[in-house]
């Protein structure tokens, strides 16, 4: 499976932005997702999850009630609707599928449980 981030860029603070992860080479429509974020000179956090329906979400509290995490799983696709952006948003964005719970009703926030990741996708937010 590869996966590929998109819709990043440069926004203001309080902008908005929607981010996508596509899917090739199988679908992931199975799969938990999530997505992660790396900022410079920081590790790797965790962002928001969904389970395979979409039926639930979880988010990091850093960015609950301002990110909503979403899928489509006809499309093969998961978003990232992200609002009122600040400046410590300002990252690389990753999405990832965890292969080793298909149709597992539940999310997962931890970096080790995800089997496949995409390139990552640049969101920069100006003061």
């Known amino acids: 499976v590869q996966l590929q981030a998109s819709g990043g860029g440069l926004v203001q603070a309080g902008g908005s932005l929607r981010l996508s992860c596509a899917a090739s080479?199988?679908?992931?429509?199975?799969?938990?997702m999530g997505w992660f974020r790396q900022a410079p000179g920081k590790e790797r956090e965790f962002v928001a999850a969904?389970?395979?329906?979409?039926?639930?979400?979880y988010y990091a509290d850093s960015v609950k009630g301002r990110f909503t995490i979403s899928r489509d799983n006809a499309k093969n696709a998961v978003y990232l609707q992200v609002n009122s952006l600040k400046p410590e948003d300002t990252a690389v964005y990753y999405c990832?599928?965890?292969?080793?719970?298909?149709?597992?009703?539940?999310?997962?926030?931890?970096?080790?449980?995800?089997?496949?990741w995409g390139q990552g996708t640049l969101v920069t937010v100006s003061s």
């Open positions: 080479g199988r679908t992931f429509s199975s799969y938990p």
């Open positions: 990832a599928a965890r292969k080793r719970s298909e149709y597992s009703a539940t999310y997962y926030y931890t970096e080790t449980q995800y089997d496949y």
């Open positions: 969904i389970n395979w329906s979409g039926g639930t979400a």
